[in-house]
């Protein structure tokens, strides 16, 4: 009774209480809004594309949980590497050093299981490539992720000619072998500008390395220099020389150093090479793409920055596809100045081919001539060849068979002595 005198006497009380009613209804309505998956023809779907809609609102662990309920569920679903991959690309939206890392692991999971998805498994190994860009340092620092990232984006490369991200990754490309070559030449100026004999060896193998793995580095003609200088500074290497300054006279004929590099081969009594077409075609289509350069506002602000400058990387020209083992040349020039062992063949005072024969250690080598296997020096008679690989491998496995041998007898001594001690 004394509510309905309420309701006679105050209106709004009535509006509220058909409120509070209708809010109540309204909760047990939304408990029933969520998708139940029983009753769909598609519980695979239902799930991937939820899990879709919470990527988009950076609901990364959630989505993830979602579409990992689908993979261990609905194993033979359509939606089963289209799950594993957004998985992988949820750890890589997160961004995070970690987050970076597991996105690796899980898009080379994703190569692995559906590497015949060609489409798909050459997007994963792209960002594969991009995970390790992304976490690439200034080239005074760690050098690990770069190496990483030159290493996928050449895998991309080689395999994936005539996909769609062929472009962006063989770009990608040059900008991680700038920021490698950098990084060496850095190092090869240190000991350059040292300028002591053995300072002046290790300049040599950084810059030759450079020059030969790194052609197009914003500074090769630099390098290529400093190489030609370094290398006439010793009478044993000064031979060499002439070969980098033509290199700069003919890949790089814009460089500063180019008007030098003639001088140089004009005073050795040698002739001037002519520009390489392919060189005038890249410098061209350098100067069309209209390549910003890093001026000095941008360099300061550069310090405070975690990644390295890629303004100065080439936008034209093949990078190199070779791993690194393949594309050192700085042994092989320090080794035909006398400092490394040489085998091979050479040419003597006489003008015939001389083949210089490994000796031991401690021993000193005598030339032969070519199609002689070796030569006494006594009797002037040639002697045969002491193979000293395969002499020191016999040796090796006769010790470790007696080693063997010595141990079984060793082992049984001991046994026989504790049955003694203990009869059963």
Known sequence: MRVIRL??????????????????????????????????????????EKAMADLKKNRHEIA??????????YQDSEYLAKAK?????????????????????????????????TEEASYAQYRIGMAHFRRMEKPDRDRTQAKLAEQEFQAFVLR?????????????LREVQEVLAEGDFRIARFYYLKDTPNARRAAILRLSEIVDRYPLYSQADRALWMLGEALAKDEKTQHLAPRYFSRIVQDYPDSAFVDDAKTKLVKMNLPVPQPNPEALARIQKEKET???????????????????????????????????????????????????????????????????????????????KAGEAGA???????????????????????????????????SSKKKKGLRKLIPW
């Open 7 to 48: 309701l006679q006497m105050k209106p709004w009380f009535a509006l509220l209480l058909g409120c509070l009613l209708l809010s109540g209804c309204g909760k047990g309505k939304s408990k029933s809004a969520l998708p139940d998956l029983s009753q769909s023809a598609e519980p695979d779907k239902v799930l991937y």
């Open 64 to 73: 993830r949980l979602t579409l990992q309920t689908l993979i261990n569920t």
């Open 85 to 117: 991959l957004a998985i992988a690309d949820s750890f890589y939206d997160e961004g995070t050093t970690s987050g970076l890392t597991q996105a690796v692991a899980e898009y080379k999971d994703f190569i692995t299981f559906f590497e015949f998805l």
């Open 160 to 172: 994936y000619a005539d996909n769609k991200l062929f472009t962006d990754a063989e770009q990608r």
């Open 290 to 368: 209209g390549q910003e350069r890093a001026g000095m506002l941008r360099r300061a602000l550069g310090m405070f920055k975690s990644g390295p400058d890629l303004t100065a990387a080439a936008h034209s020209g093949k990078p190199n596809l070779n791993p690194p083992s393949e594309a050192m040349a700085g042994e092989s020039l320090l080794s035909g100045a006398g400092n490394l062992s040489v085998t091979g063949t050479a040419t003597g005072t006489s003008g015939e081919p001389v083949s210089t024969v490994p000796t031991a250690p401690g021993a000193t080598s005598a030339p032969a």
């Open 376 to 410: 006494n020096p006594a009797s002037g008679t040639p002697a045969k060849p002491v193979d000293i690989t395969k002499k020191s491998k016999a040796d090796l496995e006769k010790e470790k068979k007696e080693k063997e041998k010595k141990e079984k007898e060793s």
